[in-house]
């Protein structure tokens, strides 16, 4: 079994309601490390954060933005040169 692909599970709160919260490891991260990040669903909402330091900053975008990215992602559309 790839437990790099297993959900990691962490308790987050709104400021009103705790809830359990499912982060997925990006399908293209690798065990090198590298610029991996994790992303989870909120209610209307996705959540992002750095793989390496899940305990840090993240972000949250509503879902429109969020699929927006991932196609601009995918398209190469953000690629650095």
Do not use: Y
């Amino acid at each position: 079994m790839d437990h790099s692909r297993q959900p990691n599970r962490d308790n987050e709160s709104d400021g009103h309601q705790r809830m359990i919260v499912e982060w997925r490891k990006a399908s293209r991260s690798t065990s090198e490390g590298g610029a991996c990040v994790e992303v989870a669903r909120f209610p209307g909402a996705v959540g992002v954060r750095d793989s390496k330091n899940p305990g840090g900053d993240r972000i949250t975008l509503p879902v429109s933005a969020a699929r927006e990215l991932a196609a601009r992602i995918k398209s190469g559309g953000l690629d650095m040169h």
